[in-house]
T-cell receptor, first 114, second 111 residues
Framework: SAVISQKPSRDICQRGTSLTIQCQVDSQVTMMFWYRQQPGQSLTLIATANQGSEATYESGFVIDKFPISRPNLTFSTLTVSNLSPEDSSIYLC???????????FGPGTRLTVL | GQNIDQPTEMTATEGAIVQINCTYQTSGFNGLFWYQQHAGEAPTFLSYNVLDGLEEKGRFSSFLSRSKGYSYLLLKELQMKDSASYLCAVSYSGGYQKVTFGTGTKLQVIP
């Protein structure tokens, strides 16, 4: 199994600023995923991050708003840019490990935008 | 596109059995996940079904019918700690790594 950590665990940000979320996996993984979970709703995939290539974004999500870095096989960052109150959500990163099908999730980052 | 339906809420009694259903319409279906999510926490993996049939894991069992686009999660001997949201999710597009989640079923276990 993979152990995934995220930083920060929560933050309160002002409108118009940006927040960068870090995700660290305890083993090398090919693919990492970023999800958003808005209050009372299920998880929505934002993008898939492969090491050494551009992230692949889902419909409704764009790189300018959610730039992603994947500098190595254990680490990724998601930036939420030009924040608005509608961006208030929990952001989760996930991955699988060793080619297994199970997706493991980080503890999430709870973002509140004022 | 992907479409997943599951009940929004369910209530069951401690010690009883509850079945949470999930129907899906997915192109390129590969398999179906069930996750448990307690309030304020990240989802945790419960099961992954690829083939038709029932898979049992302790108090939890998961069933899949690919031809009917149907799955259920069966929880036996319910405990208060089982109160959580249960997320049905499908992997598709020929690989197991791309996953779409349903809206989740919030289960409340009462004494």
């Amino acid at each position: 199994s993979a152990v995934i950590s995220q930083k920060p665990s929560r933050d309160i940000c002002q409108r118009g600023t940006s927040l960068t979320i870090q995700c660290q996996v305890d083993s090398q993984v090919t693919m990492m995923f970023w999800y958003r979970q808005q209050p009372g709703q299920s998880l929505t995939l934002i993008a898939t991050a492969n090491q050494g290539s551009e992230a692949t974004y889902e419909s409704g999500f764009v790189i300018d708003k959610f730039p992603i870095s994947r500098p190595n096989l254990t680490f990724s960052t998601l930036t939420v840019s030009n924040l608005s109150p509608e961006d208030s959500s929990i952001y989760l990163c996930s991955s699988n490990s060793g080619g297994a099908y199970e997706q493991f999730f980080g503890p999430g980052t709870r973002l509140t935008v004022l | 596109g992907q479409n997943i339906d599951q009940p929004t809420e369910m209530t069951a009694t401690e010690g009883a059995i509850v079945q949470i259903n999930c129907t899906y319409q997915t192109s390129g279906f590969n398999g179906l996940f069930w996750y448990q999510q307690h309030a304020g926490e990240a989802p945790t993996f419960l099961s992954y079904n690829v083939l038709d049939g029932l898979e049992e894991k302790g108090r939890f069992s998961s069933f899949l019918s690919r031809s009917k686009g149907y799955s259920y999660l069966l929880l036996k001997e319910l405990q208060m700690k089982d109160s959580a949201s249960y997320l049905c999710a499908v992997s598709y597009s020929g690989g197991y790594q791309k996953v779409t989640f349903g809206t989740g079923t919030k289960l409340q276990v009462i004494p």
